[in-house]
């Protein structure tokens, strides 16, 4: 029997709640995974799991048809110092539920997790649809989505829930960190040296800080490449033999992360070594039906430079979802249950324009 909208949302905001009272740091997610295959249970659904990440597939599931996969995450960062509520305790001030986890990204998962249930017994979809609760987004782990796609049907098309205030995010830049090593020649600071690793660095930095990359994208801009670490010698009167550097680069979509290691391991004036080539931009087609369903709802589309487990999936994808994600990672992080009721709205007609 299904259960009506109104019904589904309650029952999704007291699963976000229940969420949030349990730790589930990324590798950690043992009890929200069964947390959430109760939840789905209670309402007939069939569930699947490996390790912390469960699934599930429509009940009409046919193998003649594409596949749209609903994927969000139930791990968190653990809370930092700044926090003045108990991150594990769930709680509504003025129409805001308080908790880790509640924004990145509990909201939009029990809003899939809601729309997955009602349309878990529709007949005559136009694509299966596969549900995915996934573990270690927040350290992009072996045993994420990453880790399940492999076990799971091809899939067509993907919504990656993350909070984006509802609209549509229809490209994600990845990422590439590369180490640099700036070399030089190690000696004694009393003594004449020309070739100082640490001065050597000044204009190494100057480079990074000019260097700007050709390809420029529509929704995504500039790759944008940032020195975030710097790390050299141990002692006041030697100079070292070399400084550490770590290089932050955010891809647009008209590169692939190769292309960009190719091109800084060609050009820049240091070694750099990239720590994994497997962060790659995202993008879905501006004029696929899942984001022409969203547009003719009145969402706006932009290019998002934040990462996700859309970086694991090879097929177009869209990230959606109530919530902000300039709350992520914050002290005392919420979500306002009025966005978790408009997100389970937004989902159920974007995905009945799609479907049907």
């Known amino acids: 029997m299904k259960t009506d909208q109104q019904t589904l949302t309650q029952k999704a905001i007291e699963l976000l709640k229940q969420l949030i009272s349990i730790p589930s740091f990324s590798a950690e997610e043992d009890k929200t995974g069964d947390a959430i295959e109760t939840w789905l249970q209670g309402f007939g659904v069939k569930t699947e799991r490996l390790v912390n990440n469960v699934y599930a597939f429509n009940k009409h599931f046919d193998e003649a048809k594409p596949t749209l996969l609903l994927n969000s995450h139930h791990d968190t960062v653990k809370p930092n110092s700044a926090y003045t509520k108990d991150p594990f305790h769930p709680h509504v001030e003025d129409g805001k539920l308080y908790g880790l986890g509640s924004n990145d990204a509990g909201g939009c998962l029990v809003s899939l997790l809601a729309t997955f249930v009602h349309f878990y017994e529709a007949e005559n979809l136009s694509h299966n649809i596969i549900m995915a609760a996934t573990a270690e987004e927040e350290n992009a782990g072996e045993k994420s989505l990453r880790g399940l796609l492999p076990i799971l049907p091809n899939i067509d098309v993907a919504i990656v829930g993350e909070p984006t205030l509802l609209d549509l995010a229809i490209a994600e830049k990845g990422l590439v960190v590369f180490d640099a090593v700036v070399e030089g020649t190690p000696s004694h600071a009393a003594h004449p040296n020309n070739n100082n690793s640490i001065y050597n660095t000044i204009d190494v930095l100057n480079w990074f800080k000019n260097y700007t990359f050709d390809k420029v994208s529509e929704a995504l801009g500039e790759v944008k490449m940032t020195v975030t670490q710097i790390n050299a010698g141990k002692q006041h009167n030697v100079v070292p033999a070399q400084v550490d550097l770590v290089v932050d680069v955010r891809v647009n979509d008209r590169y692939s992360n190769k292309e960009v290691a190719d091109l800084l391991q060609r050009e820049a004036p240091c070694k750099m070594t990239p720590r994994s080539l497997r962060l790659n931009s995202s993008s879905i087609d501006p004029k696929h039906d899942l984001v022409k369903s969203g547009m003719a709802l009145d ?17 177009q994808s869209i ?5 902000d994600s300039t709350r992520s990672h914050s002290a005392d992080e919420f979500i306002y249950v009025n966005e978790i009721e408009e997100g389970i709205d937004l989902y159920i007609k974007i995905l009945s324009g799609f479907l049907n």
Do not use: N, V
């Open 319 to 323: 990230k959606l979802g109530p919530g």
């Open 299 to 315: 969402r706006k589309t932009y290019g998002s430079p934040t990462l996700s487990d859309q970086a694991a999936l090879t097929c």
